[in-house]
């Protein structure tokens, strides 16, 4: 049986390349006007330290933070509504977001256009890793240094957010989303703290962790070994395709291999397992997935399983879902082509912005 999950990884190899490609080179960042005044000042809390100023406007910037959690620094882009200079006792409910695999918040195209025109919250982009995966590291060992990206952002991140802006700190205050290796880290958290969220978005998510969805296993495996990396050669030091010092298979949530049973971790941390957590929780779920065009080679060919396994398990418990299969993107915006990429991620916030901010509005 242990010579399945190899084969497997081979063949995904071109998946996992197209993934890193696109979480990268998602095109030109979105233009904004330049505020007056710069980003407001953020205090030190909650086992974070900064590391130098923010930089940026008054209304998009990022700062950057050190952690024992997690080994380096990283960086937190945060998207302010235009009017919030201007409205020193109001408060905004916050919209976590979180990127896919090979990105980082200094990356100016995570502040999406649909994103930034947001007018009546506040969006958190924190560091996730390469491929951190939203998780805290079954081995805090290896190469990488300490990975407890899950403490980082719940008990560090969100607590400096709410002591240095003006949120509603509240369940009803706060939806997590996010694309990709995002989308399984939006769906992970909520499902862990159902207490802490009250909407929650997976856009071409890693939904599926199952022993029968062996192929985004993979897929994560290709990630912590750096199977790409070779691909990269030496004359760029930052391709898409390194993810940092290669790990073990292992490192995340121990063994992917079924045998007796060996992967328990990565069946318990599967979120087509646990939807009925969300549906108890009564929280609002949105889900967008594209079909590749139907190429095996394509992300999203696979995406689009495991997302539709997400939504059959919400209607086997008879729980709304806002379902959204844009097959080869026909219609979905101008620039969606049913990949795994920025245009398509673009228009599912189009038609995700003013949904939230509305459910927000109601609670």
């Known amino acids: ?6 084969t497997r990884l081979l063949r995904v190899k071109a998946a996992v390349a197209t993934l ?3 979480l990268l080179l998602l095109g030109a960042p979105p233009a904004h006007a330049e505020a007056a005044s710069g980003p407001p000042k953020m205090a030190d809390g909650f086992g974070l330290t900064q590391a130098g100023s923010a930089t940026g406007t008054a209304t998009n910037f990022v700062v950057t933070v050190k952690t024992l959690q997690v080994a380096g620094s990283h960086r937190i ?7 919030y200079e201007a409205n020193p006792t109001k408060r905004y409910p916050v919209l976590y977001f979180l990127h896919g695999a090979s990105d980082d918040p200094g990356n100016p195209n995570l502040a999406y256009p649909a994103l930034a025109a947001a007018k009546s919250m506040i969006t958190v982009i ?9 998780n805290n590291w079954l081995d805090q060992g290896t190469a990488a240094g300490a990975q407890n990206w899950e403490n980082f952002h719940i008990n560090q991140v969100i607590p400096f957010i709410d002591a240095n802006l003006r949120t509603t700190a509240t369940k009803k205050g706060r939806a997590v989303a996010g694309l990709s290796m995002g989308g399984f880290g939006a769906l992970h958290y909520a499902q862990r703290h159902p207490d802490l969220f009250s909407q929650v978005a997976t856009l071409s998510g890693a939904n599926e962790f199952s022993r029968n969805h062996a192929v985004m296993r ?3 495996v290709a990630t912590l070994t750096n199977i790409g ?8 030091p930052t391709c898409s395709l390194n993810f940092g010092p290669t790990v073990s298979s292992d490192a995340v949530f121990g063994t992917p291999y079924p045998v007796f049973n ?9 979120p087509v397992a646990h939807m009925d957590v969300l549906a108890r929780a009564g929280m609002g779920v949105t889900i967008y997935t594209g079909n590749g065009g139907g190429n095996p080679a394509e992300p999203e060919f696979w995406v689009q399983s495991a997302s539709q396994h997400a939504k059959e398990r919400l209607d086997a418990l008879k729980y709304p879902v806002h379902y959204v299969d844009y097959g080869n993107g026909s219609g979905w915006g101008e620039s969606c082509n049913g990949g795994h990429n920025y245009g398509c991620w673009a228009q599912d916030l189009v038609d995700f912005v003013p949904r939230l901010e509305a459910a927000f509005a109601s609670a």
């Open 262 to 270: 060996a992967d328990w971790r990565w069946n318990e941390a599967d």
């Open 126 to 134: 924190p560091d996730g890793g390469l491929r951190g995966w939203y």
């Open 77 to 83: 882009r945060i998207l302010l509504p235009g009017d």
């Open 1 to 6: 049986m242990r010579s399945v999950l190899p």
């Open 229 to 236: 990396a070779p691909l990269c050669g030496t004359s760029s």
């Open 20 to 22: 890193a490609t696109a």
């Open 218 to 220: 993979a897929a994560v």
